[in-house]
């Protein structure tokens, strides 16, 4: 079950918060990590332009934040193993649906820059954690496929500030 997004009246800005973002051509996963609490306040997927207009909300309502964008495009090509795959059809859209992620987490990069804010990319260097990982890292319950939730929870788990490469 997914933890929506707090509406910004929702937000204590007394805190600081670190925003993780799997990027995702039909929604990315994010997720809302407060420092000072400790937690997650907000697990779930967004569509693009409705995570710029709540990103462009939290500044205009003075939260203090960071982002984190999981850079997968940094990671090296695995295409040359097209024999894994059943067919070279499959092989294809497989690297056409990756590439557009890819194209989807630059654009909010590009988002962040555009409107000033602080944002690192974090290239994923280790296994993906699983829903059993999770469960056991935070109490929090999610299924296999919420995986671009849990890769969104992982980028700011145990936040520091600067966000540290904790992949």
């Not at 929870?153 to 992949?167: D, G, S, T």
């Amino acid at each position: 079950m997914d933890l929506p997004l707090p509406s910004v009246e929702e937000i204590n800005n007394n805190y600081t918060y670190a925003i993780g973002i799997d990027p995702d051509t039909e929604a990315s996963g994010i997720a809302i990590w407060c420092v000072e609490r400790n937690e997650f306040i907000a697990y779930t997927r967004t569509k693009f332009f409705e995570l710029y207009d709540y990103l462009d909300q939290l500044l205009t309502h003075g939260i203090r934040f960071e982002v984190a964008i999981e850079a997968g495009w940094n990671n090296p090509s695995i295409m040359h193993h097209i024999h894994g795959y059943a067919s070279r059809a499959k092989a294809a859209s497989i690297g056409a649906n990756v590439g557009a992620n890819h194209e989807t987490g630059r654009k909010i990069v590009e988002m962040c820059q555009w409107l000033g804010i602080i944002y690192w990319t974090l290239t994923p260097t280790s296994s993906k954690w699983t829903p059993t990982m999770l469960q056991h890292l935070t109490n929090i319950e999610l299924s296999k496929s919420q995986q671009d939730i849990i890769d969104a929870m992982r980028l700011v788990y145990a936040y520091r500030k600067p966000i540290q490469e904790l992949l």
